[in-house]
């Protein structure tokens, strides 16, 4: 079935890095984008930015410019999402959620699971 | 704070018709189409409206959207305890050239 299966739960110190999978199974990858999504703990849902599947282009959210970065493995069907410098507010759960192309058309169809981050010395 | 304005909370007893609203502006609501989005208790968002008032397969016939000018709305009647999750309304905004979400709206059934 379609589905988008990200990796799991890590908890990292304050300055390091995490790079977050999100593994797509069951459709064309190269025919959707992939967009991120951020959850704080206790908060909504908050778009990081989309990367284009098909050229490999990202495109940032403001406030997820620098120490952001979404890439790409077509050969797997994946997505990365890699977070530098982890300061304890970067703490979340981490969301990739299938979108369309045309970035402002469409909606996010199939989510990840999510991937906890907590970020704590 | 949100882009989009969402109440943080709504209630309603089982049976009951329940509305949520959805307040944005020009740049976004008014000119792009707006989806609606479930979330419940420590799971994924899942897709509940897209395109104003479409449902995707599978979602009951009891969930219903709409939008008007800069505002748009979701409906749920004959609540049921399952209906119980945080619901999220979002678009497309022209001027951030990104998505944007409301804050939550969390429904709790009495």
């Known amino acids: 079935q379609v589905q988008l299966v990200q990796s799991g739960s890590e908890l990292k110190k304050p300055g390091a890095s995490v790079k977050v999978s999100c593994k797509a199974s069951?459709?064309?990858?190269?025919?959707?984008?992939v967009n991120w999504v951020r959850q704080a703990p206790g908060q909504g849902l908050e778009w990081m930015g989309w990367?284009?599947?098909?050229?490999?282009?990202?495109t940032y959210a403001q406030g997820f410019t620098g120490r952001f970065v979404f890439s790409l493995d077509t050969s797997v069907s994946t997505t990365y999402l890699q977070i530098s410098s982890l300061r304890s507010e970067d703490t979340a759960v981490y969301f990739c959620?299938?979108?369309?192309?045309?970035?402002?058309?469409?909606?996010?169809?199939?989510w990840g699971q999510g991937t906890m981050v907590p970020v704590s010395s | 704070q949100s882009v989009l304005t969402q109440p943080p909370s709504a209630s309603g007893t089982p049976g009951q018709r329940v509305t949520i609203s959805c307040s944005g502006s020009?740049?976004?609501?008014?000119?792009?189409?707006v989806n609606w989005y479930q979330q419940l208790p420590g799971t994924a968002p899942k897709l509940l409206i897209y395109?104003?008032?479409q449902r995707p397969s599978g979602v009951p016939d009891r969930f219903s959207g709409s939008k008007s000018g800069t505002s748009a709305s979701l409906a749920i009647s004959g609540l049921q305890s399952e209906d119980e999750a945080d619901y999220y309304c979002?678009?497309?905004?022209?001027?951030?050239?990104?998505?944007?979400f409301g804050g939550g709206t969390k429904l709790t059934v009495l």
């Open positions: 959620a299938r979108g369309s192309l045309a970035p402002s058309y469409g909606a996010f169809d199939i």
């Open positions: 069951g459709y064309t990858f190269t025919d959707y984008a």
């Open positions: 990367i284009n599947t098909d050229t490999g282009n990202p």
């Open positions: 020009n740049s976004n609501i008014a000119s792009n189409t």
């Open positions: 395109n104003n008032n």
């Open positions: 979002t678009t497309w905004d022209d001027s951030l050239n990104g998505w944007v």
